[in-house]
């Protein structure tokens, strides 16, 4: 596997550990900046837990990084399609620009990591 793919790993970590942390840890004054009403951070732990979700993607990623271990690197890339198909469909019915920023930051590291994996790569490793 190229080098290469391995970084996109560090892209991937960059971004959930920015949107992580402060839903975790401070979501109240983060929650509108990305768009949702206010009172989401008090109705329940579902932003916290969010934020829990986005640390623990990191801290995969940056395993799979450390070790390059090949075959996760294409189990990161159907996950993350997962994620943007998810993303656009909460985007379309909930009418949340946000999220379709969000699908496009995740839509550059899977376009990224194919690029470098290549063709050949891609099909060896699925």
Do not use: H
Request: hydrophobic share 55%; net charge positive; aromatic share 14%.
């Amino acid at each position: 596997m190229p080098p290469k793919a391995f970084y996109w790993q560090l892209y991937i970590a960059t971004y959930t550990a920015l949107l992580g942390i402060p839903l975790l840890f401070f979501p109240k004054p983060v929650i509108p900046l990305i768009g949702f009403d206010p009172s989401m951070a008090d109705e329940g732990p579902f932003v916290r837990l969010t934020g829990m979700f986005l640390l623990c993607l990191t801290l995969i990623t940056l395993r799979v990084f450390q070790k390059k271990t090949e075959e996760m690197v294409m189990g990161t890339v159907i996950l993350r399609t997962f994620i943007i198909i998810t993303l656009l469909a909460v985007g379309i019915t909930g009418g949340f620009p946000f999220l379709y920023i969000m699908a496009v930051v995740v839509g550059i590291g899977v376009v990224g990591t194919l690029w470098t994996l290549g063709r050949g790569n891609i099909l060896r490793y699925l």
